[in-house]
């Protein structure tokens, strides 16, 4: 993420789990969705029926909060 993060501004977050890849990204409210901006390889959750949600944050709210199982 190219600016730094703010308190009381609104965010997109993104993560996307195939297999073993893992893609995130982050952008502020009303501005253009980016490209992927970190990835990563994980071994731990490769099974059917593993996702979540965890933040550190205290006023986190997921209005949109969706899992698409493609296997």
């Known amino acids: 993420f190219a600016d730094p993060i703010s308190t009381g501004t609104w965010y997109h977050a993104k993560l996307d789990v195939v297999g073993t890849s893992v893609q995130g ?37 997921y209005a949109n909060f969706g899992q698409l199982s493609l296997g």
Not at 51 to 57: I, N, S
């Open 25 to 61: 990204k982050l952008w502020a409210f009303g501005a253009p969705e980016p490209n992927w901006q970190i990835s990563a390889t994980q071994t731990s959750l490769t099974t059917a029926g593993q996702a979540g949600v965890r933040t550190t944050g205290a006023f986190v709210d």
